[in-house]
C-alpha cells in the first residue's frame, strides 16, 4: 500500500462504489488486490468535498511553510525543508532521507495553531497515541513554520519514519489521526523516478485525501534556530505571570492547578534578608542531597528545595501532563520557593537543593534534540535569569563522570524515574543537561567535581561559599 503514488480518484469512479461499510472492510484485508486504491477511495467517500475551500487554502500555504525535523541517527543536525518553488533552492534526494531510497514511505503530521493549553496536551496525546500504535516507527519532533513570521506561525508536530517491515504503518497512522478530526495536516513523503522526493498533502476531515503533491526542496539551516523559538513559545517561562496563565487556563481540567495557584505569593518584589542564598544543582545522583544537608548542618542553614514541599504532593500529575503544563509547574515552583527562601534568609544562610537552572538545564536539553552542538549558543537569551525571580548569592553545579552516577543509581537501589532512566540510556540526553547548566548566566554555576569522597566534596563548597558569599 502506498498513499503518496496513488492518484485521485474521479467523481464517476466514486458513483460505482459501494458503501463505505464495505470498502472499510475491505480496506483492513491486506494483500487485497486494488488495496492501495481502495483506501484512497475510502478516505474519499468519507471526507466529501464540503472543504474544498479550506483545502486549497491550506495547500497555498503549506507550499510557502518550511519544514524542520530534530536530529536523529540520519542527520545530526535538525533538517529543513519545503515545497515551495523557489528559483535556486536544490531538490532533496533520498541521500538526504536514505529511509526513502528502498522506495519506503515517511509522514509529516502538524497539528495547527490554536489555544495554547489545548494545542499543547494535543500533541502529548498524538505523540503517545503514534508511539503505541508505530512502535517500531521513529517518531521524530518536527515543527514547521512561515518564514516570514516564524513565532506567530509555528506549528508542532512529528516525523513519522516507519521501518520497511511494516507496510501497513501508514494504514496505522490512518486510524489513528481519523480520531483526530479537526486541525491535524498529513503529508506523506515518498521517492520519484528521478531520485527527487515528493510530498503529497492529505485532507484529514473524517477521512484523508490527496489534496496537493509537490517537490520537497532544500533549506539551508537558519541563523536563529525555529526550535529555540518553539521552546520559548512553549515550555520556558521567564516570568511568573507567563506561568501562571498556563496554570490558570488549564485549572478547569486539572483542578490542583488551582491549589498550585493559591499557593503563590501575591506580594512582589520579595523582601530578602541579609543571609547568602545557596543553590546546589546538578544531575541525578551527583550527591546534591548529601552535600546539601552536610551544608546545612555546617553552616547551621535553613535547607529548603524546589518544587517545594507546599505543591510537591501535585508533582506527578504535572509530570504526566504536556510540556507546557509540566514546566510551568516547575516555574511556579521556583517563584513559590523564592517566597520560602526569601522569608528563611532573614534568619539564616539558605541551601537550596535544586532551583530554576534545573527547571531551565532539563527543559532545553528536553526540547532540543542531538548532540550539544544543536543548543542554543552561549550567552542565548534562554540561559538568562528571569527578571523577576529572587536571584541566588551562589549557585553550584556537582558533576560526576557517567559511570560513577549511574554506579550511584544503582547503589541507592531506589526506583529510578523515568528521567533517570533517560539519562542512563540517553547519554546525549545527560550531555544536554550538562552543557545547558554550563551555559547558564546571571548567576553562572561554579562547577565541583563531585566524585571525590564525600569529605572532600564538603570542604570544596565550603571554601567556594567562604570565598563568594558573606559568611
Ligand atoms: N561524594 C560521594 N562519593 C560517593 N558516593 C556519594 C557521594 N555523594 C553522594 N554519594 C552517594 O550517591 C548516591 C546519590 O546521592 P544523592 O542522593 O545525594 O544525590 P542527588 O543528587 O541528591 O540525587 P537525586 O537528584 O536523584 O535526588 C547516594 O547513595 C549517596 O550516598
Ligand atoms: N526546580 C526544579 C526542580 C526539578 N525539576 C524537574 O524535576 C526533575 C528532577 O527532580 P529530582 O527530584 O529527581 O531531583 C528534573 O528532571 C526536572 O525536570 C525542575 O524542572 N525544576
Redesign the pocket.
Known amino acids: 500500500m502506498d498513499l503518496a503514488f496513488v492518484s485521485s480518484p474521479s467523481r464517476n469512479t466514486m458513483k460505482v462504489l459501494a458503501s463505505v461499510g464495505a470498502l472499510s472492510q475491505m480496506l483492513l484485508t491486506p494483500g487485497c488486490r486494488g488495496h492501495k486504491l481502495l483506501l484512497q477511495l475510502y478516505f474519499y467517500t468519507r471526507s466529501g468535498l464540503a472543504n474544498s475551500r479550506r483545502m486549497a487554502s491550506s495547500s497555498l500555504d503549506q507550499k510557502s511553510r518550511i519544514f524542520a525535523v530534530e536530529p536523529n541517527i540520519y542527520s545530526p543536525n535538525p533538517f529543513y525543508f519545503t515545497c515551495s518553488r523557489g528559483p535556486s533552492a536544490p531538490f532533496m534526494t533520498p541521500k538526504d532521507w536514505p529511509m526513502l531510497d528502498q522506495g519506503g514511505l515517511a509522514f509529516s503530521v502538524c497539528i495547527a495553531k490554536g489555544a495554547r493549553v489545548k494545542t499543547a496536551s494535543l500533541h502529548k496525546s498524538l505523540g503517545q497515541e503514534l508511539s503505541q500504535q508505530l512502535p517500531d516507527s521513529e517518531i521524530l519532533r518536527l515543527i514547521s513554520y512561515s518564514p516570514e513570521n516564524l513565532p506567530g506561525s509555528l506549528e508542532k508536530g512529528f516525523f513519522i519514519l516507519p521501518p520497511h517491515s511494516c507496510p501497513d504503518a501508514q494504514k496505522r497512522l490512518c486510524k489513528v489521526l481519523m480520531k483526530y478530526p479537526q486541525g491535524i495536516q498529513l503529508c506523506s513523503y515518498s521517492k520519484g523516478e528521478e531520485h527527487e522526493i515528493w510530498q503529497c498533502l492529505w485532507e484529514l476531515n473524517g477521512g484523508a485525501k490527496e489534496t496537493a503533491r509537490s517537490r520537497v526542496l532544500r533549506v539551508e539551516e537558519p541563523v536563529s534556530s525555529p526550535f529555540v523559538d518553539s521552546i520559548k513559545g512553549s515550555a520556558m517561562f521567564y516570568s511568573l505571570e507567563d506561568a501562571c496563565d498556563v496554570l490558570e487556563e488549564c485549572s478547569s481540567v486539572i483542578p490542583e492547578a488551582k491549589e498550585v495557584l493559591a499557593s503563590v505569593q501575591p506580594h512582589r518584589p520579595l523582601d530578602e534578608g541579609r543571609f547568602p542564598v545557596i543553590v546546589i544543582e546538578?544531575?541525578?545522583?551527583?550527591?546534591?542531597?548529601?552535600?546539601?544537608?552536610s551544608l546545612r548542618s555546617h553552616l547551621n542553614a535553613a535547607l529548603l528545595k524546589s518544587p517545594p514541599d507546599c505543591i510537591s504532593q501535585w508533582r506527578t500529575i504535572f509530570d504526566s501532563e504536556s510540556a507546557l503544563i509540566k514546566r510551568a509547574y516547575y516555574a511556579i515552583g521556583n517563584y513559590i520557593g523564592a517566597a520560602e527562601i526569601a522569608k528563611a534568609s532573614k534568619t539564616s544562610p539558605v541551601i537550596v537543593?535544586?532551583f530554576w537552572h534545573s527547571t531551565a538545564a532539563y527543559t532545553i536539553a528536553t526540547e532540543m534534540g542531538g548532540g550539544i552542538h544543536n543548543l542554543p549558543d552561549h550567552h542565548h537569551d534562554v540561559y538568562q535569569w528571569p527578571e523577576d525571580l529572587l536571584r541566588p548569592d551562589l549557585v553550584i553545579l556537582?558533576t560526576?563522570s557517567d559511570e560513577?552516577r549511574i554506579h550511584?543509581?544503582r547503589?541507592?537501589g531506589l526506583q529510578e524515574?523515568k528521567e533517570?532512566r533517560e539519562l542512563e540510556a540517553n547519554s546525549m540526553f545527560r550531555q544536554r543537561v550538562e552543557e545547558a547548566y554550563k551555559r547558564m548566566e546571571n548567576p553562572a554555576c561554579l562547577i565541583i567535581d563531585?566524585?571525590?569522597?564525600?569529605a572532600?566534596?564538603l570542604q570544596e563548597a565550603l571554601a567556594l561559599i567562604k570565598k563568594h558569599c558573606d559568611i
Open positions: 546538578g544531575l541525578d545522583a551527583t550527591g546534591k542531597s548529601t552535600l546539601t544537608e537543593d535544586r556537582l560526576v560513577e550511584r543509581i547503589k541507592r524515574t533517570e563531585a566524585s571525590p569522597p564525600m572532600v566534596v
